[in-house]
């Protein structure tokens, strides 16, 4: 499961060359889910010929596993290794290389109509983090097979990340709790994105539309991974960041962010 917040957090430094030394995107800002929607993702689970499970985000991750214990590649270096936990229930463990990032729990209502995810974990700071979401049926009957579409979420460590200008011209940003930074000249070339767990080969572009608005695209290997807008309020004392998935318009996610 991708980190719900990871496209919302990635973007608020890209307009600091564009504007004065008094920079209103400077600071530390934090997410507040409250105000954020982040449900009405959709994820399908299908199975194959070969008798393997298939997860499709109907964009750019998909791959096949088995619930049998065993590690799985699913994108970049990350791996997942599934177990049954009863008849309506699994665990998983998601890594990327030989790091856990997450332990999942799904659970299939008795009507099979909806499917509870708990997502488990510490971040590279040190910090406990229970996420949970909720996603209901959009196709098919029973188990694990169909097309499902989040209506809740819930996270319990909202992101807090911190802006900076070391020299002119240059910018500098991270999110303390998962270690990750960017930076460099915003002058709308691929910035790599670093972290001990950060996939490799992830960068940032950003175009400038406005001195207060500014579009990206988040890449993975090169290749387009998510896009978004992200909007100052005249008072700079928050902005609206509105992303979404390769492919998928469709499916908006909205993250409020407020400065600290």
Known sequence: MKRLFLV???????TLPALAADNPWVGTWKLDPAKSQFAGDTFTYSKGENGMMHFS?????????AIDGKEYKTYANRTTSWTADGDHAWNSVSKADDTVLANVHRELSADGKTLNITVTGTQPDGTA????????????????????????????????????????GEIHWEIPGYKESVGGKADGSDLPITGPTTPPGLTLSVKMDSPRKL??????????????????????????????????????????????
């Open 57 to 65: 985000d109907g964009a750019t991750i998909q791959y096949d596993f």
């Open 8 to 14: 919302c957090a990635l973007v608020a430094l890209a």
């Open 215 to 260: 579009s990206y695209i988040i890449k993975q290997d090169g290749k387009p991974r998510s896009y978004g807008t992200q909007t100052l309020a005249a008072d700079g004392k928050s902005f609206v960041d509105v992303s979404w998935d390769e492919g998928k318009p469709s499916e908006k996610s909205t993250g409020f962010y407020a400065k600290q």
């Open 129 to 168: 983090f229970h996420n949970e979401v909720t996603y209901v049926r959009e196709s098919g009957t029973a188990g694990l097979e169909g097309k499902w579409r989040s209506t809740k979420v819930t996270i319990s460590a909202p992101d807090v990340f911190v802006v900076s200008e070391p020299a002119e």
